[in-house]
């Protein structure tokens, strides 16, 4: 048992700190509710940003930056978006050794000053649809703040396209709200429910808001990723119109998505165990860790030629595997083993001298600790194949798991005596009343996490009021 | 001739606006001094990022990320850091609807934040060196700005590292700084002279600055790349020790170095003419755009067929080169020529019936019009042998450039003549006293750009005092 991690079970909120301090994974900074990103957890945000880019331009979209600060007039302009963000600016008031004659606020997000840019840009339906993403820092200032979970500042991702109609919009919306799911579930081996928002829970300033919602292990949802319906609400706002094809002046149709530097917070709550972090080899920075093990000159030479060989059998592929050798001689085996554990590396090779005799490496797997020895003859091919396996059962895994921990309950003392005693997802029938909603939530802490996508509607009787309701929708505490 | 762009002869600023804006490159923000890097400018970005965070990563570097807030008082912990950089300084008052009890700062640049948190990962001369390098925003309020060369928020990279001893850092400095000198001549095809700063001209807070200096068109020096050792400066202000190898609490010595947006303008100072952007194949977002051409149907189906070939011909190959097919149907052709003139397109790809039916198409460079008829059969080689002729012809051109403008001169009145006759790099003997260095600064606006290294020192005596000097440094005025 690592000794730097408490276990789940005694106390999770510590647990998740220790894990992130015993990966190296994050800090908090000088500034209260900011982070300092480390190497090791940055790397996580970069396999994840090369996955996403890749799926991104793939579908057409193509990257540009817009200004961290924008005009506090700007947040103003729609209504909905100013009531949403108000409390959490940060405001530059001064700069230059002057006060600003309009203070400036940090973006939030950027919807503002992207509306300003696209209504110069777009002129007739020719210029769409005009698809831009942009990576960079967004502030929202928290009180309460969770290293990757909720922070002051965090890295994004923030897509923002503008259509000739809102059937395209809504469209496009979908696709971006799937890319995101697919890119959970095949790379993060985190399963995600996917559905649209309720009223309460819609992003400031949107038609429809759509998200992946993920269960924890401590049977917390937590929203992974959300793609917006924006409608003509912010072409209105910043004056975005174009000549459609009929020669009429009309307002675009918007759409925004966005994923942050928090899935580090979900991937590792998702698949971490007692002795630390868990990485699903898709995503982790290095997937293979080489740990030479020797205690003469003599020795020395024989396994660092093996694991050489080991090191180059993984690297010659079409698709060379992420490998890291370890050649640290000042620390004990078991204290360089534990490096690898804590880091969530999926896979350890240990090359003792008895393990070349052999004419094997012992690999050693993060999740399950099985043990397979491997010959070189063997490795090209078995490596990838253990990795593939150890991806799909972390999936299996979780998803299991989310199915344990998922509810249907039929009436409200019901609802409130499963969340106490199980919590995870409960599908209940709601009669769509934000008053049912916020009464539900003042009450429980539960808050509707998204009304499901797919299947066949079953209708039923709100469990609160007995109303009429169209389908289940999902019920959970939430991150 | 492009009527949209201004031409050099007649007004320089203006003609690097109108490449900028014909380009689509960048737009002026909201926000005074800001901008937004449009598309086509941040492809550029992204090319330049992938070549120097490979290098980065080569030499050992990790990425990570610092907050983008810094408590005002870090500021003022380096008595030359805070005098360099108080004047530009935005600064956050208010946040979540409060008056912070302390002014936090938009990072100028981390050394202050990356020093805090060293002096807790550093222990021992075991956790050094530390090699860590983030790509990020910064924020240095200005008063007069131009898009990409000096805008209040631009985006950069800033290594930073700490080291067991000065030399290690000295050698850290200098190999940041060959980086940097060999991306811009091999990738950007912009010839640099390097060197050592003057100590009016170093960096706030650091013992040696190195720079990269590059000549523009208009014959203004730009510098566009900095390396600087910062000796054990931020160590004691921030309390960066570690336990050495013999045992005894020792602060680190350490480096920074960072190049910026400003690139793209030095890029297309280098290289672009009176048509608008010129980008070397290297760096270019896109190679080869291919335009077919097209009046009927049945001619569509052939050119489409034989473009749809050529592409394949350039995409199949082991290290593919970056293509478009420019598909546009509602554009003339000269409109869809002229499209991919100004983005800068080293090498387009003319493809009408007539040339299906003489089985070639016609590649027409960017830089010089020449038009090369390639058929299907060579294009695999020979436009990769194309473009690398384009890039070296390039580079060829403008290290010419800079050579046909420097001068030798020595004697001030000699100097100022040359200046105002000739401009560009002129070397000079100096006393090495800042008081010459702000007279000459004063009355002619040229500044030393660099003590440039290698070759053999040359003594002579001081242009302006006749007093004894050990090498020539370069004047120039800069931007």
Redesign the interface.
């Known amino acids: 048992m690592a000794k730097n991690i408490t276990p789940r079970a005694e106390n999770y909120s510590q647990w998740y700190l220790d894990v992130i301090a015993a990966g190296q994974l994050a800090?908090h900074?000088?500034?209260k509710g900011?982070?300092?990103?480390?190497?090791t957890?940055?790397?996580i945000?970069?396999q994840m940003q090369a996955v996403l880019d890749r799926k991104f331009k793939e579908t057409g979209h193509?990257?540009?930056?817009?200004?961290?600060?924008?005009?506090e007039s700007?947040i103003h302009k729609e209504a909905q978006h100013i009531e949403g963000f108000?409390?959490?600016?940060?405001?530059?008031?001064?700069?230059?050794?002057k006060m600003l004659e309009e203070?400036?606020v940090?973006r939030p997000t950027s919807e503002t000053?992207v509306g300003?840019?696209y209504a110069?840009w777009v002129q007739s339906y020719?210029d769409l649809p005009l698809l831009?993403n942009q990576w960079?820092?967004v502030?929202r200032?928290?009180?309460r703040t969770r290293l990757f979970l909720r922070t002051?500042?965090f890295?994004w991702q923030e897509g923002h396209t503008a259509h000739e109609t809102g059937a395209e919009a809504e469209e496009e919306t979908l696709r971006m709200l799937d890319i995101y799911r697919v890119f959970m579930e095949d790379t993060l081996a985190m399963p995600v429910l996917t559905g649209r928002k309720s009223e309460s829970e819609k992003f400031p300033g949107a038609v429809h808001t759509y998200s992946c919602e993920a269960l924890m292990q401590d049977k917390k949802a937590l929203q992974a990723g959300t793609s917006h319906y924006l409608g003509q609400n912010f072409a209105k706002a910043f004056n975005i119109t174009f000549l459609d094809r009929q020669n009429n002046r009309t307002h675009v149709h918007t759409t925004s998505w966005g994923a942050s530097t928090r899935l580090i917070g979900a991937l590792l709550m998702t698949h971490s165990d007692d002795d630390g972090l868990v990485l699903p080899p898709r995503i982790a920075p290095v997937q293979v860790a080489i740990v030479p093990l020797y205690k003469s000159e003599a020795e020395k030479a024989e396994v660092m030629a093996f694991a050489g060989q080991v090191s180059r059998r993984l690297s010659e592929k079409l698709d060379p595997l992420r490998i890291r050798m370890d050649t640290r001689e000042?620390q004990r085996p078991a204290d360089r083993f534990f490096h690898w554990v804590q880091q969530g590396v999926p896979l350890r090779a240990e090359i003792g001298p008895k393990d070349v005799q052999k004419g094997h490496a012992m690999f050693v797997r993060r999740d399950t600790r099985e043990k397979v020895p491997l010959s070189l003859e063997q490795i090209a091919v078995a490596v990838p194949e253990l990795l593939t396996r150890m991806q799909d059962e972390l999936f299996a895994k979780a998803k299991a798991f989310r199915e344990a921990h998922s509810h249907r309950v039929d009436s409200y003392p019901e609802f409130k005596r499963v969340l106490e005693e199980q919590g995870g997802f409960l599908y209940a029938h709601w009669n769509g009343s934000a008053e049912v909603e916020a009464m539900v939530k003042e009450e429980t802490k539960a808050t509707i996490r998204c009304i499901p996508a797919g299947g066949e509607p079953a209708p039923g009787k709100c469990m609160v009021t007995g109303e009429p309701s169209l389908q289940r929708v999902v019920f959970s505490v939430a991150y």
């Open positions: 800090d900074a000088p500034v900011c982070m300092v990103i480390r190497p957890g940055y790397a945000w970069e193509v990257n540009a930056y817009f200004p961290v600060l924008i005009p700007f108000s409390p959490e600016l940060a405001v530059v008031t001064h700069a230059g050794g203070p400036l940090v000053v300003h840019m110069q020719r831009i960079c820092n502030m200032w928290e009180l002051s500042e890295l000042d």
